[in-house]
């Protein structure tokens, strides 16, 4: 296969939202044909998918090879998670929270949260506004809490500081620009979990519905290096106390001095996204608003509008292709849903209004930022290098004491 090539902004795809197949994306190598998974409907609009013999994709050969191993069953695995569930209270014994979780009122978050009153923890929770809620996440987060009788805390991003790191990111026209809000949540979050003292962070992503992501689509938004580096090529103002996670606290300080962990357990009990959504609604008063991550009003026009308006990437077709692996949906469902409309053309309208003017632009000028050239992560600084340096001495360190005696002789010679 011909490898994509990073190094050159490519022309913005301007691929239609109306239900059209989008079959052309940024960085895709001239005259690839165009293919769709026999499998699942990942295609060609990612540009480093391969494709075997039978047509089955790189994404669900990663799945069998990497995902499942890693994952007990589709049932779940109740020791396990009885197990966790006795180490994080043994843990919380004496403690005013046993654990913390982040709550952002989308499916996974607020189902987690009813999952941990039922398993009888103690967690702080936190909810991070980066000025983008929309009125449903709102409504959802207080339900949740209210209902279950959780501690909450809700930290604000300084708008100022975050509607500039925003314009930041939009000026550079690479693919993620939720690279700011993901970033705040998760610096905050961790930020008072070190605060508060509390060890396990207990987190919603999962495989049933998360497996299949390419990374092309998307970057890293925990490489504070990258986020640093955009803001000071495009940003107006100091950063300020926009909240940013250190690649040092990220790969040494949290899990190897604070020893904090991160745990998942819906892969650890029968996690199916429909039966979620039924009990959030019958029971807690909970309300869906359309579309994965959309309780954000940001996230939902990055998803459904500029990622395949201008890139050609539409991210519906990883999220589908995750529940047909993992035996949630079939097929020819997944591929009928993609023929739904990505935006009502009136909601659009909406955002694109309100999204400009909350940014402080014209919609002249907020279009024009979305129409520009598309970018690669890799044309800005990025920590890629040393985080695969971390890797690799993360492992050596996890490796048996007698193999490193032997390493140590065969370097010694």
Same mark, same amino acid.
């Given at each position: ?39 699942c ?30 994952w ?30 982040g ?20 967690p ?38 975050m ?17 700011p ?5 998760f ?11 509390i060890?396990y ?18 970057y ?13 090529r ?9 909240? !940013? %996670? *250190?690649?040092?606290?990220?790969? =040494?300080?949290?899990?190897?001095? /604070? +020893?904090?962990?991160?745990?998942? &357990? ?57 529940? !047909? %692996? *993992?035996?949630?949906?079939?097929r =020819?469902?997944?591929?009928?849903? /993609? +023929?739904?409309?990505?935006?009502? &053309?009136?909601l ?51 490796l ?14």
């Amino acid at each position: 296969m011909q490898k994509p090539d990073y190094s050159h902004p490519v022309d913005a795809i301007r691929a239609p939202v109306d239900g059209r197949p989008i079959q052309q994306a940024a960085f895709v190598p001239r005259g690839r044909p165009y293919q769709v998974c026999t499998r699942c409907v990942m295609d060609t609009t990612d540009p480093e998918i391969e494709f075997d013999e039978q047509g089955v994709c790189s994404h669900c050969r990663y799945f069998d090879n990497s995902v499942k191993p890693l994952w007990p069953s589709v049932d779940g695995d109740p020791a396990k998670l009885e197990e966790m569930i006795r180490t994080v209270k043994a843990y919380g014994k004496g403690r005013r929270y046993d654990c913390i979780i982040g709550l952002s009122g989308g499916i996974d978050s607020s189902y987690i949260a009813v999952k941990v009153a039922e398993w009888g923890l103690r967690p702080l929770v936190v909810h991070v506004d980066a000025g983008w809620n929309s009125e449903l996440a709102v409504m959802n987060i207080e339900q949740i809490c209210r209902r279950l009788g959780f501690d909450l805390v809700t930290h604000v991003v300084d708008w100022e500081e975050m509607r500039d790191m925003q314009l930041a990111f939009l000026r550079s026209n690479l693919a993620n620009q939720d690279v700011p809000q993901d970033h705040a949540f998760f610096a905050a979050l961790y930020g008072y979990a070190e605060k508060a003292g509390i060890k396990y962070v207990i987190n919603g992503s999962n495989f049933a519905t998360e497996s299949i992501l390419p990374a092309t689509w998307g970057y890293d938004a925990m490489d504070a290096t990258h986020v640093k580096s955009i803001h000071a090529r495009f940003g107006s103002r100091p950063r300020g106390d926009f909240p !940013v %996670v *250190s690649f040092f606290d990220l790969y =040494a300080k949290y899990p190897f001095i /604070l +020893k904090m962990e991160v745990l998942r &357990p819906l892969n650890l009990l029968p996690y199916n996204k429909e039966e979620a959504i039924r009990i959030l609604e019958k029971d807690y008063g909970w309300r869906y608003y359309g579309g994965k991550h959309y309780e954000s009003r940001w996230t939902r026009f990055f998803q459904a509008y500029y990622l395949p308006y201008k890139f050609g990437y539409d991210k519906r077709k990883a999220h589908l292709s995750s529940l !047909v %692996v *993992s035996g949630q949906m079939s097929r =020819a469902d997944a591929l009928e849903a /993609l +023929k739904a409309p990505l935006y009502d &053309p009136k909601l659009l309208a909406e955002d694109k209004l309100f999204i400009a003017k909350k940014l402080g632009l014209s919609l002249a000028e907020f279009e024009t930022l979305v129409d520009q050239p598309a970018h690669h992560f890799s044309e800005f600084p990025n920590h890629q290098r040393k985080r695969r340096l971390a890797m690799q001495v993360y492992r050596f360190a996890r490796l048996p004491v007698r193999v490193l005696a032997l390493i140590g002789r065969k370097l010694r010679g």
